[in-house]
């Protein structure tokens, strides 16, 4: 009774949260650059999850492309879907890739492992059509939670060396960590940018109910065996985010132990999480935004290279 009144009441937080984000973003706009969406094979019988594909502007017309799948920051509870439109758009016009951004299952519906399981198909699909997409030259990237589903997926639960390459933007990367104990590098602007440890207690208790390991690599990509990364890896953080730290120490660690893999990383100052969502014009946050897209372009076009 207790554990059924703990999830009804994540249930009702999480949705007036969605309902104010929802009130204060008003309804979705299309992405011109959106050729269509696919509906992906899941492993769970009758359903599929939706994915929006983006085409480079002059794709051949016969042979596959350079594939990049990626998944949506959330807080693995928030419907941000679509919210990546801008870089994806890029990823297919400037790098060349055709681009899948998957819509995967959200907590506290849909708890761990839901969103992985949505991940992993999604990459299945991929591999699984070479008359479409290049299994060679195959990518992922992730905001926030998608960034931790990115890494978990190119780290983690994927046959080493899947992927040419994994870009993480903003990742949570230790969630065994209580949030309260985070801090940002530059705590003064983390005070204004950052995550709101209550905010982040919420979203933690909706993906990792109770049973769930928090120190699990699936959960944690902080704890992955160093040996099964792309030989590309690009972890991009904000010097006001919380997460900063738990990524960094990621990227040092692949740095510092694996063999053969590139490690790209940087950490933008004056911005905290999730910078390149409603950056401002003249912004640091629009400063952050233009480079790290240019950063992570650079990798996927050394890819088709």
């Not at 065994?176 to 530059?186: F, I, L, M, Y």
């Not at 390991?213 to 006001?240: Q, Y």
Request: aromatic residues 6%.
């Amino acid at each position: 009774m207790l554990r059924l009144l703990h999830y009804l009441r994540l249930r009702l937080t999480v949705g007036l949260i969605r309902l104010l984000m929802r009130l204060r973003r008003g309804p979705p706009k299309a992405h011109p650059a959106r050729a269509r969406t696919l509906a992906i094979p899941s492993r769970d019988p009758n359903r599929t999850i939706a994915a929006h594909l983006y085409l480079p502007p002059t794709a051949p017309s016969a042979g596959p492309l350079p594939t990049l799948v990626n998944f949506h920051g959330s807080g693995f509870v928030l419907p941000m879907h679509g919210s990546d439109a801008p870089f994806c758009a890029r990823a297919a016009q400037h790098a060349g890739h055709a681009v899948l951004d998957v819509r995967y299952r959200l907590a506290p519906e849909h708890p761990f492992p839901a969103a992985l399981h949505d991940a992993l198909d999604a990459v299945a699909y991929a591999r699984a059509r070479p008359a479409e997409y290049d299994a060679a030259r195959l990518s992922v990237a992730g905001f926030s939670a998608g960034a931790n589903l990115a890494l978990v997926c190119a780290g983690v639960a994927c046959e080493a060396r899947t992927f040419r390459s994994v870009l993480a933007f903003y990742p949570p990367c230790d969630l065994s960590v209580e949030p309260g104990e985070k801090a940002a590098p530059d705590a003064v602007v983390g005070k204004e940018k950052g995550i709101p440890a209550g905010l982040a207690r919420v979203f933690d208790a909706c993906y990792m109910p109770e049973g769930v390991d928090r120190a699990d690599a699936r959960v944690s990509p902080r704890f992955a065996e160093v040996g099964r990364w792309p030989e590309e890896v690009v972890v991009l953080t904000g010097a006001g985010d919380t997460l900063a730290l738990e990524a960094e120490a990621l990227a040092g660690r692949i740095e510092g132990e694996a063999e053969g893999v590139r490690v790209t990383r940087r950490r933008f100052e004056g911005v905290g999480h999730a910078w390149d969502k409603g950056a401002k014009e003249g912004s640091a946050e629009e400063r952050a935004t233009e480079e790290s897209y240019e950063m992570a372009l650079d990798v996927l076009k050394r890819v088709v290279a």
